[in-house]
């Protein structure tokens, strides 16, 4: 058993990983959870208040790429899971590991500051009493789908009608013989723009920049899992004119999707101003049939909003009853004070994206934002925590933590420009690599029991199978 002593802050997807993981070690740990029950972003209308799910939200990866390595998902399953389903499996993985009872459920963590080469936390009881407690180390995972970012600038023009972030998207609904304009180019616009065309008068889709468009199938393969076993066997990813990294794969996939789907600009979308995996891809098979048969109409970007009048860069302008904005969201997190996250530019300088170089202790799990699925990194990013607390593995210096942040900050930069979910962004296999490898650094003692590395084993067998 370690003598350590663990706070865990969220009851979400990674946050159940990382108990799960903390559990299995014998590392004592409390995790703390504002709602009344786990699941997170997949809780339907959760009581935390922090939830975003809407009714027909499924996952965009398939079965196979989004489970635990520590457990599968039932095989009754579809190949992309609805959100209740989801829920359904982060519930019985909490039951099936007994971890319930170690959440304590309704309390919110109000701070979170380190004392005394300790970590003090302080919540606030159901009942609204205040409580706090030493901790030998910190991990956050809190999530950060629940603080919606808003366009920078605001749009020039005032606008009378409905407008609404994603987040507080639920229903299709209450759109119904409306004019609706989706914001935004990523998973969710797709979804709602496709969401809110089977009963709007007419859903407009406009977005400032473009995107590459991909399918949830590849045959009759989800896609996912094809990346999964292209990027496994390939050079994980080389450097291109201005740094940007790119996918030595991406090539294949452009042409192979080009031909059965076509390019976004034949569809009336924006055309990409990036080669195809130099970006964040968008997942949808239903958005350019829903523009082919005339329930959702491309425009090009807003130049004013006029009333209930918007207009766009070409000239037009239509009468919109209501605007979604999927826009996106921003870093947040409260607890923490401004000198360890940055409230103006929203971005935490992590080493490998978990460890805070300059707070030994405080580590984070699940913020990333990544092309694939996130459980089996948050679990695997959670072993790697433990390693760390049993000192089974070490750190580089500090200084040597910094230069390899500044480093990939500026790679994403030159791939991406700006900060947002590109700040936080990973590819799913080449960073799987790259937690591997951190977990095999410098090991203090010769060897890992086999049990404490099974989920890496695991997920590594997983990713290199044949499909």
């Known amino acids: 058993m370690s003598d350590e002593r663990v706070a865990v802050i969220g009851a979400g997807p990674s946050g159940i990983a990382a108990c799960r993981v903390l559990d299995e070690r014998d590392i004592p740990f409390d995790c703390f959870e504002k709602g009344s029950d786990v699941g997170g972003l997949w809780r339907y209308e959760n009581d935390n208040g922090l939830a975003s799910a809407y009714r027909s939200l499924h996952v965009n990866t398939s079965r196979e790429t989004a489970r635990y390595a520590s457990r599968p998902m039932p095989d009754d399953y579809p190949d992309f899971p609805h959100h209740t389903q989801m829920l359904a499996y982060l519930e019985d993985h909490v039951e099936h590991f007994g971890l319930r009872d170690r959440i304590r459920f309704r309390t919110e963590v109000t701070a979170v500051e380190p004392v005394d080469d300790t970590w003090e936390v302080r919540w606030q009881e159901p009942n609204g009493e205040a409580q ?187 009468h919109i009853d209501a605007i979604v904005y999927c826009t996106g969201y921003k870093i947040t997190l409260p607890f923490l004070a401004a000198q360890i996250v940055d409230p103006v530019s929203g971005t935490v300088p992590l080493y490998r994206r978990v460890v805070h170089p300059d707070h030994p202790g405080l580590y984070f799990i699940g913020l990333i934002d990544v092309a694939g699925p996130l459980n089996p990194l948050s679990e695997l990013q959670a072993e790697w925590v433990a390693d760390l607390l049993e000192r089974e593995v070490e750190l580089p210096s500090r200084t040597q933590m910094q230069q390899l942040i500044a480093k990939e900050d500026r790679r994403r930069r030159q791939r991406f420009g700006g900060a947002g979910r590109h700040a936080i962004h990973v590819d799913y296999v080449p960073y799987l690599h790259v937690l591997q490898r951190e977990r095999k650094r410098r090991r203090v003692k010769r060897g890992i029991p086999t049990g404490r590395r099974s989920s890496e084993i695991r997920v590594a067998a997983k990713v290199s199978r044949p499909l």
């Open 132 to 318: 706090c407690a030493r901790y030998t180390a910190v991990l956050v995972a809190s999530g950060h789908h629940w603080d919606p970012r808003r366009l920078e600038p605001p749009l020039p023009g005032t606008y009378t009608g409905r407008e609404l972030h994603s987040h507080q998207y639920r229903t299709a609904e209450s759109f119904a013989n409306e004019n609706v304009l989706v914001v935004g180019i990523g998973d969710s616009a797709m979804d709602i723009a496709c969401d809110t065309s089977q009963v709007s008068k007419m859903t407009f889709l406009t977005a400032r920049r473009g995107a590459w468009i991909v399918p949830k199938y590849l045959g009759s393969t989800p896609l996912d899992q094809v990346a999964v076993r292209l990027q496994s066997r390939l050079p994980i990813a080389r450097e291109v004119a201005g740094g940007a990294l790119f996918n030595l794969g991406s090539s294949v996939f452009a042409r192979r999707i080009a031909r059965i789907q076509g390019r976004p600009h034949d569809h009336g979308l924006p055309q990409p101003d990036h080669r195809f995996g130099a970006g964040i891809l968008t997942g949808s098979s239903d958005i350019f049939t829903r523009v082919g048969v005339g329930r959702v109409t491309p425009k090009p970007w807003i130049t004013r909003l006029d009333g209930e009048q918007v207009r766009f860069e070409d000239g037009s302008a239509e």
